[in-house]
């Protein structure tokens, strides 16, 4: 699994989906202007770039342990810190922030209830904490037909619906498990059609993320199989994908 990859392959692969998301997460975490927020995990800026349209370059600060994403996010929003690290090593003093948010990471975290103890640390007491990963225990996300596919075909034995926060109710608990009150939960949905076939399919071939890697490592006949069976289970262009990821908010 890798996201040590170019910016442009994660936009074309799920930035169109996360894109959809970061409006509706900032909405969980209520904020306000004045409040300083943290993106964590940022990505090439999908969840950045909403914080910098609502409430301006000097109140976002973001990391991420991906070199080839902090120089897109520092390129796409020069104004704004950002810096390469990870949720559980923030480089932050304690409470400094009014907000950290982390959209599609927790999930990846080497250790999620650190990583969530690391955003509250950095966090003012009375401050929101928030987060949100994709449903991939009841299959409802962008990659979900991809492993659905290659399950019907004996392909692969292993997904990504057993990651941490993946399945209902999990991301809850690992926020109780953080030391974080008052724990709100919801479910965020992007929806995305696409005119052609290969809109989706191509973007598997850049490596990105635990089904891009997953595609890498087939033979060129396989690829093949997987393709028709995944034609199949989508349907003719133009076609809709609905996704869904389980949000949830809580107070430090």
């Excluded at 399950?151 to 991301?171: I, K, N």
């Amino acid at each position: 699994m890798s996201f040590d990859v170019p910016a442009e392959a994660y936009d074309r692969f799920m930035g169109l989906h996360s894109r959809q998301l970061a409006p509706q997460l900032l909405d969980l975490a209520r904020l306000k202007a004045g409040d300083r927020m943290l993106d964590v995990g940022c990505g090439p800026g999908a969840l950045t770039t909403e914080m910098v349209t609502r409430f301006g370059a000097g109140s976002v600060s973001a990391i991420d342990p991906s070199e080839s994403f902090v120089a897109a996010a520092r390129e796409r929003h020069p104004g704004i810190d950002v810096q390469r690290a990870t949720a559980e090593a923030l480089p932050y003093p304690d409470h400094v922030f009014d907000a950290a948010l982390a959209q599609l990471v927790v999930h990846f975290m080497p250790d999620p209830v650190a990583g969530l103890r690391g955003m509250a640390r950095v966090t003012r007491r009375g401050g929101v904490v928030a987060a949100c990963v994709w449903d991939h225990a009841g299959e409802r996300t962008p990659v979900s037909v991809y492993w659905r596919a290659a399950r019907d075909l004996g392909l692969t034995t292993r997904d990504e619906s057993a990651l941490p926060g993946a399945r209902r109710g999990h991301l809850v608990e690992l926020f109780g498990a953080s030391g974080l009150r008052h724990v709100d939960d919801t479910v965020l949905v992007a929806r995305i059609e696409y005119t052609r076939f290969d809109d989706w399919w191509e973007p598997f071939g850049f490596g990105v993320g635990p089904a891009g890697g997953s595609f890498l490592g087939l033979s060129p006949d396989d690829r093949g199989r997987l393709r028709e069976r995944c034609e199949e289970l989508v349907g003719p262009a133009p076609f809709e994908l609905v996704s869904s990821a389980w949000a949830a908010g809580g107070i430090v």
